[in-house]
């Protein structure tokens, strides 16, 4: 089965699949372009494609050799799952791999956006910390505070567990659908109230009912004193919106790990000192791409003894 592979992975996945398929590694760390997700369709019988290569409907505008999109990574919102489905191509996904990795970067946020961490890193490498002040960079106490997480799938139920067994922090969560036990003590509410929070999470999945859930009306609904994190997807908020309310003051500071527009990120969210930007760590750890890797292995290895896909996305062919 001859495979295409659109980002190099870590060498114990690349191993794992030269020994089971006729794998084509493209050495590029840019997205693949809608020309090259079409000739990969084109002339691959499947694909592990990952964040950023779009499978929007035009990438099935022509021929489709390819039976399989094997996406490494949870989210999936870069592929027309539907489309994909009328052209016979059905998708996987990695899910539970990235769970405690992504939930790790939460609460680094947490912390870093609550305590001031960039800022007082970036003072101290431009040469201009005076010394310990006793009212030098206050920023705020976590222990003990309200956690607001906005959907409470696997991973939004990990921060959840972290922050009140960690910190003691009382957890409102926010979910599409009612959830019997979050796996804490926690109180389910509507997304004002668990916007009321001191420390909202947004743990929800991409797409487009989820884009711009956060706009102008949400963040309003946020206290002055409050840090909005996000580990999901970059266009669930309205950056425009964000950076308006960071700017004005109207929350306290904000966590960013993704990005609307990403790679790109606007100069003047750059040049703010009350938001913490980082560059997509989410699931930066070797095991856990080793584990997201193999996991889309599993899912080309079924495919191809014709089994059962293992981790199938909603809406998908089954195999």
Same mark, same amino acid.
Request: net charge neutral.
């Given at each position: 089965?001859?495979?295409?592979?659109?980002?190099?992975?870590?060498?114990?996945?690349?191993?794992?699949?030269?020994?089971?398929?006729?794998?084509?590694?493209?050495? @590029?760390?840019?997205?693949?372009?809608?020309?090259?997700?079409?000739?990969?369709?084109?002339?691959?019988?499947?694909?592990?494609?990952?964040?950023?290569?779009?499978?929007?409907?035009?990438?099935?505008?022509?021929?489709?050799?390819?039976?399989?999109?094997?996406?490494?990574?949870?989210?999936?919102?870069?592929? @027309?799952?539907?489309?994909?489905?009328?052209?016979?191509?059905?998708?996987?996904?990695?899910?539970?791999?990235?769970?405690?990795?992504?939930? @790790?970067?939460?609460?680094?946020? +947490?912390?870093?956006?609550?305590?001031?961490?960039?800022?007082?890193?970036?003072?101290?490498?431009?040469?201009?910390?005076?010394?310990?002040?006793?009212?030098?960079?206050?920023?705020?106490?976590?222990?003990?505070?309200?956690?607001?997480?906005?959907?409470?799938?696997?991973?939004?139920?990990?921060?959840?567990?972290?922050?009140?067994?960690?910190?003691?922090?009382?957890?409102?969560?926010?979910?599409?659908?009612?959830?019997?036990?979050?796996?804490?003590?926690?109180?389910?509410?509507?997304?004002?109230?668990?916007?009321?929070?001191?420390?909202?999470?947004?743990?929800?999945?991409?797409?487009?009912?989820?884009? $711009?859930?956060?706009?102008?009306?949400?963040?309003?609904?946020?206290?002055?004193?409050? $840090?909005?994190?996000? +580990?999901?997807?970059?266009?669930?908020?309205?950056?425009?919106?964000?950076?308006?309310?960071?700017?004005?003051?109207?929350?306290?500071?904000?966590?960013?790990?993704?990005?609307? $527009?990403?790679?790109?990120?606007?100069?003047?969210?750059?040049?703010?000192?009350?938001?913490?930007?980082?560059?997509?760590?989410?699931?930066?750890?070797?095991?856990?791409?080793?584990?997201?890797?193999?996991?889309?292995?599993?899912?080309?290895?079924?495919?191809?003894?014709?089994?059962?896909?293992?981790?199938?996305?909603?809406?998908?062919?089954?195999?």
């Amino acid at each position: 089965m001859r495979v295409l592979v659109t980002r190099r992975l870590t060498p114990r996945v690349e191993a794992a699949l030269r020994a089971r398929f006729d794998v084509v590694l493209r050495d @590029d760390p840019a997205p693949l372009t809608l020309a090259e997700a079409q000739a990969a369709l084109a002339s691959h019988d499947a694909i592990l494609p990952t964040l950023g290569d779009a499978f929007g409907a035009a990438a099935f505008r022509g021929p489709v050799r390819a039976r399989l999109l094997a996406n490494f990574g949870v989210g999936y919102n870069h592929i @027309d799952v539907a489309v994909a489905r009328a052209c016979g191509v059905a998708v996987t996904n990695t899910p539970g791999a990235v769970t405690d990795a992504t939930a @790790d970067i939460a609460l680094t946020l +947490i912390l870093m956006s609550a305590r001031r961490a960039a800022q007082g890193e970036r003072l101290v490498r431009g040469g201009a910390w005076a010394g310990w002040q006793p009212t030098q960079m206050l920023g705020q106490h976590v222990t003990g505070k309200r956690l607001g997480v906005v959907g409470m799938g696997r991973i939004g139920r990990a921060i959840a567990r972290r922050c009140h067994f960690g910190f003691g922090m009382e957890v409102v969560f926010c979910n599409r659908s009612a959830l019997a036990d979050p796996g804490v003590p926690a109180r389910q509410v509507d997304l004002g109230q668990a916007l009321a929070a001191d420390f909202v999470v947004l743990a929800v999945p991409g797409g487009a009912a989820t884009r $711009h859930l956060i706009g102008a009306r949400e963040l309003a609904q946020m206290s002055p004193h409050a $840090h909005l994190i996000n +580990i999901a997807r970059g266009e669930i908020v309205d950056e425009v919106a964000l950076i308006e309310a960071l700017t004005a003051g109207r929350i306290a500071g904000a966590g960013l790990d993704v990005y609307e $527009h990403e790679p790109e990120v606007p100069q003047t969210l750059r040049a703010l000192d009350n938001v913490t930007l980082l560059p997509h760590l989410g699931t930066a750890c070797e095991e856990v791409r080793d584990a997201m890797g193999l996991m889309a292995v599993e899912n080309l290895t079924a495919f191809a003894e014709g089994r059962a896909l293992p981790n199938a996305v909603q809406g998908a062919l089954s195999g």
